[in-house]
């Protein structure tokens, strides 16, 4: 396959040119650029599962079932730590006000109020994961610099990390040990 803006061979998987930018689909035609005009450098920020995000991205509060099942895991694995600590954060203030008004509240609650931020999650994880590609494109963009060189930090900005998911995990326990205090 090759570029159609400037003739580069291309990988059969590549999302991108890596010598002019323009975003390619597999069957080597050129993508229009979507809404936000940032959408041609995501591709490199994304890197693991573009054709999905992209697809994803074309309609507003898509379904993602990673993001509801392992909701926290899932901000993580994708670097949306801001996301993460806030999800905790309004868990957290859930249960310091059920505490306060409530102080014997059924457990099932607890599960119903999860579920409920999981579903959230679930409906706009994709929407934030968006938002958050643009706005990376777009501080690398302001950055200057070659395209070439736009699209080498962008994609080791962005992608995924085993590391995300342990620090969800250690924030878990955290929160857990917290509750448990809170409940003594």
Known sequence: MYCNKCGEELRTDAGFCKTCGSMEDPSGTELVQGEHENLDLAYAYVRKNQDYYFSKWKKENSWNWAAFFLAPFWLGYRKMYRYM??????????????????????????????????????????????????????????????????????????????????????????????LEFMYM
């Open 85 to 178: 600590f806030m999800l905790f954060g309004a868990y957290l203030v859930t249960d310091i006000l059920l505490l306060l008004i409530y102080p014997n509240y059924p457990e099932s609650w607890d599960y119903s109020i999860g579920t409920a931020g999981y579903a959230v999650i679930g409906i706009k994880g994709n929407d934030l994961y968006k938002q958050k590609t643009c706005q990376m494109a777009e501080r690398i963009k302001q950055q200057g610099g070659s395209l070439k060189d736009q699209l080498y930090r962008l994609e080791k900005a962005g992608g995924t990390t085993g590391w995300g998911i342990l620090l969800a995990f250690l924030v878990l326990i955290g929160y857990a040990l917290l």
